[in-house]
Each structure stands twice: as C-alpha cells, then as structure tokens.
C-alpha cells in the first residue's frame, strides 16, 4: 500500500525562524511528489518535484527531492505569520489519473 | 474564471438522509477529483474521473456515488449518511494529455464541511 508519512506532525516556532518540514514515503511506480499549502480552506499548489536532487524555489521557500532515500523536504526562510498553515505532501504513482496519496500533513504555527 | 466551485459550503444532515455535493470546473480540465479530509489529517482520494462518461473509484468509495455526464460537472452523491462521513469534501480537477505529457497540478474548489448527526 503506497504510504506518505510528514513530520514533524506539528511546528511552532517565532517569525524570522527558518523552518523544515520533512515528507517520506514508499510508493510503487513514482511519478511526482507534490507540496501543498493549505490555509482554511483550499490547498494551494506550492510545488512538483520529478528528479532527484534539482531544488526548486519559489521566493523564501524551497524544496528538493531524494529519490534514493524516499524523501522530500520545504524549507521556509525568514518565516512569516502569513507562513501559518498546514502543509502537505503528495506522492502520485505512475498511473493514468493523477491520483495522489495525501500526509497527514504539518501545521506550522508562526508567533510574532 | 471561477476555477473549482463547490455547492453547498456547508450542510448538516441526520443519519440515513441522502444529499449530493456539487463540482463545476471552468477550466475544461478532463480529469475530476473527490477528496475528504477528516480533522488533522490528509485528504483521502473518494473517487475520480478522466473524462466524462468515465468514473473509477478512489482509496475510500463505500458510502458514495458519483457521474460524469459533462465535462465541467462531477457530484458526489451520499445516499445513506453516516457519522462516519462527517468530514470536509474537496473537490479538483487538472489537465493531462492523451500520453500524460505535460503533467498539470490538480486545482481544489473551496470544500464542503459536511456533518451527520
């Protein structure tokens, strides 16, 4: 059974930390490992990851991959209060119809 | 463009009630999505589809049934609620390619905070 497991589970830490959120998994046949943003309501995509290695970066966060080891990686700078939100991680198989196998996700909490 | 829209935001039914959850995508995206998230964890894959007249099921099916008559559309119908199904549903959608070049991230509508008491 394809399995995601994130830690840690939950993370509070004062603005201006820099922060690491860790995403394992096992799944037969991967495809792409996905980062999510979740606020209230909807996740929103933060990033796709397909190689091993190549960090990819959207202003102060960043992720990389490692397909030998089966992990993944977000890490957040210089972090804000608008950082506080859920993150998760999703791991799509090579199938036909994208379907991903969702964490539990973190809940990172930014104090002022 | 709306994007993902969801009907209603919120509904409270008693056990045994039937209801159905409404998705409308505007993207002309072909393949659709139903998740739900219990409290303080991931979402769980229902069903899907990758194009109308074609449905599958996902990691957690019992209790639910879906259709695909359009492109745009994909309701999620409950037909004998249980508390067990109290839960938040996220629908989505994205685009893949005949030969899944071009891999598109999946879009989420805004949720539907379902409680069956």
């Known amino acids: 059974e394809d399995k995601v497991v994130q830690s840690p589970l939950s993370l509070v830490v004062h603005e201006g930390d820099t922060v690491t959120l860790n995403c394992s998994y096992e799944?037969?046949?991967?495809?792409?490992l996905l980062w999510y943003k979740q606020e209230k309501k909807a996740p929103t995509f933060l990033f796709m990851l397909?190689?091993?290695?190549i960090e990819k970066k959207s202003g102060r966060l960043s992720s990389i991959l490692d397909k030998k080891e089966l992990f993944s990686i977000l890490n957040i700078t210089a972090t804000q209060t608008g950082d506080s939100a859920v993150y998760l991680c999703?791991?799509?198989?090579?199938?036909?119809?994208?379907?991903?196998?969702f964490g539990q996700g973190t809940r990172l909490t930014i104090n002022p | 463009n709306a994007g993902v829209t969801q009907t209603p935001k919120f509904r409270i039914l008693k056990i045994g009630q039937s209801m159905t959850l409404q998705c409308t995508q505007d993207?002309?995206?072909?393949?659709m999505y139903w998740y739900r998230q219990d409290p303080g964890m991931g979402l769980k894959l229902i069903y899907y589809?990758?194009?109308?007249?074609?449905?599958d099921k996902g990691e957690v099916p019992n209790g639910y049934n879906v259709s695909r008559s359009t492109t745009e559309d994909f309701p999620l119908r409950l037909e004998l609620a249980a508390p067990s199904q109290t839960s938040v549903y996220f629908c989505?959608?994205?685009?893949?390619?005949?030969?899944?070049?071009?891999?598109?991230?999946?879009?989420f509508g805004p949720g539907t905070r379902l409680t069956v008491l």
């Open positions: 989505a959608s994205s685009y893949r390619t005949v030969f899944l070049q071009g891999t598109d991230t999946q879009y």
């Open positions: 799944v037969t046949n991967f495809r792409s």
């Open positions: 397909t190689s091993s290695g």
């Open positions: 999703a791991v799509e198989a090579i199938q036909g119809a994208q379907k991903l196998v």
């Open positions: 993207m002309n995206h072909n393949y």
């Open positions: 589809s990758v194009g109308a007249g074609i449905t």
